[in-house]
T-cell receptor, first 113, second 113 residues
């Protein structure tokens, strides 16, 4: 089957710290991979995506590289800000008859000034 | 540009009452989804639709019904609400395709007492 596993939260960092949120996936095929972000009281919005192996998605200083050999899509940012405090979801999309969209459990990130 | 709009944003129900959540999208997307978000559980797919007049069960469909009479609308019904259905409900829509992301509404916070 298809599944996404994220590192357990919550994660608390100081401003300007380096961030990594781990994500691994299982898929019977070749999925596209996504990171979504959910700010307090809002719905999810796309942060970045990668559609094939070795692609790097990037946005707002965040990056993630599609690693087929390790089935991973870890989210990184070199220097976090208080405004990055949110819940982050890793997800995959794959066509198997219908289009299937599978989410990880989410990682809550809090950045302290 | 409205995107995905959910109605209502908040609701409190008594056990056994019924209600309908409305999702509307203005992006001409084929796919629409209903998810529930519970603490520590991430997003779980309730039902989805691949086009007007079609619906399909997701991961946790019991206790819910859906309808998609018009392409732009996807309704989620609770016939007899239970406290276990207390959750935040998100609607999403997307084009059909392996690289496309989902667009989310802002959510409906439902409490069943």
């Amino acid at each position: 089957g298809n599944s996404v596993t994220q590192m357990e939260g919550p994660v608390t960092l100081s401003e300007e710290a380096f961030l990594t949120i781990n994500c691994t996936y299982t898929a019977t095929g070749y999925p596209s991979l996504f990171w979504y972000v959910q700010y307090p009281g809002e719905g999810l919005q796309l942060l970045l995506k990668a559609t094939k192996a070795d692609d790097k998605g990037s946005n707002k200083g965040f990056e993630a590289t599609y690693r087929k050999e390790t089935t991973s899509f870890h989210l990184e940012k070199g220097s976090v800000q208080v405004s990055d405090s949110a819940v982050y979801f890793c997800a995959l999309s794959i066509i198997q008859g219908a289009q299937k969209l599978v989410f990880g459990q989410g990682t809550r990130l809090t950045i302290n000034p | 540009n409205a995107g995905v709009t959910q109605t209502p944003k908040f609701r409190v129900l008594k056990t056994g009452q019924s209600m309908t959540l409305l999702c509307a999208q203005d992006m001409n997307h084929e796919y629409m989804y209903w998810y529930r978000q519970d603490p520590g559980m991430g997003l779980r797919l309730i039902h989805y639709s691949v086009g007007e007049g079609t619906t399909a069960k997701g991961e946790v469909p019991d206790g819910y019904n859906v309808s998609r009479l018009k392409k732009q609308n996807f309704l989620l019904g609770l016939e007899s609400a239970a406290p276990s259905q207390t959750s935040v409900y998100f609607c999403a829509s997307s084009y059909y395709g392996p690289y496309t992301e989902a667009f989310f509404g802002q959510g409906t916070r439902l409490t069943v007492v």
